[in-house]
Structures are given as C-alpha cells and as structure tokens.
C-alpha cells in the first residue's frame, strides 16, 4: 500500500536537490507542528452506539491560520491527513494567500449513514475539536465528501459552543449560511484557468481530448467548464465505474443523466470501461481528480497523454512522476491545479471578517489574477530551473514558507 505522507516527503527532498534551503528549515517541515485525534461517539439511527475516529492535521502556520478541509472516507488515516495538511501548507504559499496548512478527516464511509447520522457526526467532529479551531487559529472547510450543508452544521455547532461572532471559522458553507459567491466552482474553475494559461506553452491544441477521473464537486466543474470552453471529454469516472465516448460526452445531457439515475453508468452512446483502463486511454489532457496514489509505476508507463493536470490532492506518486518525465509527459501539480477551492475558501473567510459579501464576477476576477500569475511563475521558474513544474511549485511554496519562517525563529 502507498503511504501518501512518505510520497509527501519524498517529493519535499527532490526539489530540495533541485535547490538547496536551510537544511533546519526543511526539518521543520518534515512533520506537522500538531497532530490531532479524536473518538466521535454517535447514537445511531438503529439507538446502537457507534465511535468514530477523527482527526486534525495542523502542520505548519508559518503564513497564517491552518487551513484545509476535512475528509470523510472509508480509507483516511493518520497517513493521508498529515499528506493531506502538507501539502495545504504548500498550497496556500503557491497562490500566495495568508494561511498555513491543516487537514482534518473522518474514517467513515459516509454512503453506509444516514443524513441525520451525518449531521450528529459532524457536529461531533466540532464538539471535540472547537478549542483548536477559530478564525486566527485554524479554518477547516469541505473536501471529499464533505459538502456546503455539512459546513453550515458545523459552523452552526461552533458558534453554539463558542459564541464566536465571526462567522469566519469554515470555510465552504452555502451563501445563505455565510458562504462566498463562487466556492463551489472554485476548485474546478482554478484549474481551468491554470489550464488554459499553460496550454499553448505545453504545445496542447486549442480544443484538447480530455479524460477526467472523478465527477464530485471537483471534477464535475472542471467537466462543466472544460466543455463549456470548447474541449471534448471523452471518459469519466466516478467511484463506481466509467464511462467512454469516443465522440465526445455532451456534460449538460450527463448532468441531467445523472439527476435522474443517481450514476453515470448506461448514458446513452457511452460505454462501461473499468478504473484502470480510464487512466490509460489515449488523450491530451487526463485529469485525476478523486484520490491520491492514482498514477503509480504500475501505470506510468501505459498513459498515452499529453498532460496529466492533478484536480486531486495527491495522485502521482514519486516513482510515476519519473517515469512520464522520463517519457515527455508534462505534469502541473496538484498544489498549483487545485489551489482555486482554498484561494476562494481564503476570500470567503476575508468576506466574513469583514461582513462583507462579493459578487461573483469580482471573486472569479480575483480568483483569476491569482491562478494565472502563479501559473505563469512556475513556469518560468521550471524552465529556469531547468526542472518540472512540481518541483518547481515546491520551490516556489518553500521559498515563500521559509520567509516567514524566519521572522518568528
Ligand atoms: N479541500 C480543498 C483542498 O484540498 C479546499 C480546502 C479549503 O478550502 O480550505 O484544497
């Protein structure tokens, strides 16, 4: 089994090879400030009894808060939360917004609970977590599984416990409940711009073939977008199977597909194909956006694209990312591609400080300048650096990181 945290760390020491930093500073980075556990006990709709494991992940907040979502999946351990919180660490200096790193999660498999078990575990995660969250101190917000809904629980659950005025403590909630225009595209949309920034110079046409692994909030608006901007989306996936079509997926009739039969499955012209072969078709651009460890030395080889764009927090593993550098296939990092969910995450919480709401063509405005300024740095600094555009978003996440470091050793 891959352990995401080593990967995590392995991919810290390659781009310090790349270029040298303070060997103490790089130590400070090697494990998270703070490591948080806790046992949710919640009475289940059955009246049984039930405990599940939690858990806080603040690993650096040299920049600001710790920021970061929480996970709820059947597989989040230790392992994947403290992977998780480093690379928020490293996102949140990538696009340059005043937050340090965290990540909280779940071990459960949130489909086997009911909406009402849902909202009593997470007000639980809360109940036992409200000391060491707030505004100043550590901002959660959504990830898998997590939605708007369950935000608004939790915020709700904060204030009963704490009182706090702000508002400002997650991130991610639905506009009525304090939300920010724009959160829940955010993350797709970020991409996109990315994308479209990078596109000619990583020699793509103008309308690419595009492979998405993973349709939830994140790669269900990159599709959505992708395809409003002319691009054709031949295979997606979600967690129970995928789907292909040669001739390019109309996404608004998948949306309405979707709407009414629950899965993607049996859309019409489309056919079933598994997981593994999804990642391996021949394309421009393939987009895991689901979980980490996706593209490993197992399948490295057998990807026929052009670019592997990461919506996922996590899904190369070192020993992939050699071999498609090896074979010419360009990579833009995680912690550059998906930075637009916790750069709007970062607005959201400015807005509630303040008691202000944006409208939603100033936060994609902003949102924008943002991710194509960063996009174009890494570039450069990758082309500079004679590197890939990781190490190169590691180099630049380090350089800013290690800056306020130094301010308060
Ligand atoms: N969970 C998202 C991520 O991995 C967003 C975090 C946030 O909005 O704070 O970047």
Redesign the pocket.
């Known amino acids: 089994m891959n352990n995401p945290f080593q990967n995590a760390m392995n991919q810290l020491e390659r781009a310090t090879k790349v270029k040298q930093f303070n060997p103490e500073f790089i130590s400070l980075l090697t494990q998270p400030e703070r490591e948080i556990r806790i046992s949710i006990p919640i009475t289940m709709d059955n009246g049984s009894l039930k405990v599940f494991e939690g858990y806080r992940v603040q690993y650096n907040n040299a920049r600001g808060p710790y920021?970061?979502?929480i996970r709820y999946h059947k597989d989040t351990d230790i392992n994947e939360v403290k992977a998780?919180a480093f690379?928020?660490a490293l996102?949140c200096a990538v696009v340059n917004i005043p937050m340090g790193g965290g990540k909280g999660g779940v071990t459960v498999d949130p489909r086997e609970l009911s909406k009402g078990e849902i909202e009593k575990l997470s007000r639980g995660w809360v109940k036992m977590m409200a000391r060491d969250i707030g505004p100043k101190i550590d901002?959660?917000?959504?990830?898998m599984n997590t939605t708007p809904e369950i935000m608004a629980w939790m915020a709700d659950e904060y204030v009963k416990i704490t009182g706090d005025k702000t508002n400002a403590t997650f991130?991610?909630k639905p506009i009525e409940a304090g939300g920010s225009e724009g959160r829940g595209p955010a993350?797709g949309l970020g991409g996109f711009y990315v994308f479209d920034t990078l596109r000619s110079k990583l020699h793509l046409p103008e309308s690419c073939k595009i492979v998405i692994q993973g349709f939830g909030n994140v790669g269900g608006n990159a599709a959505n977008i992708l395809f409003q901007n002319g691009h054709k989306i031949i295979a997606i996936s979600e967690v129970d199977g995928a789907i292909l079509k040669e001739d390019g997926i109309d996404i608004n009739a998948l949306n309405e597909y979707k709407k009414v039969n629950g899965k993607i499955e049996g859309f019409p012209g489309s056919r079933k194909i598994s997981n593994n072969e999804l990642l391996i078709l021949e394309c421009d651009v393939l987009i895991p956006a689901a979980m980490e460890s996706q593209i490993t030395e197992k399948n490295a080889n057998d990807i026929k694209t052009k670019l592997v764009m990461e919506l996922a927090?996590g899904p190369t593993t070192p020993e992939a990312d050699d071999i498609l550098f090896g074979r010419g296939i360009s990579v833009i990092p995680d912690i550059l591609a998906?930075?637009g969910?916790?750069t709007?995450?970062t607005f959201e919480w400015e807005q509630n400080l303040k008691g202000e709401h944006w409208n939603e063509i100033d936060v994609f405005a902003k949102l924008k300048t943002i991710m194509v300024n960063e996009a174009l740095e890494i570039y450069e600094k990758a082309n500079s650096l004679k590197t890939d555009l990781r190490r190169a978003a590691f180099i630049l996440a380090l350089e800013r990181i290690e800056e306020e470091e130094k301010e308060r050793l």
Do not use: E, F, Q, Y
Request: no cysteine.
């Open positions: 920021k970061g979502g998780l690379w928020m996102k901002v959660p917000a959504p990830d991130t991610g993350t927090n998906n930075a969910g916790v709007v995450s």
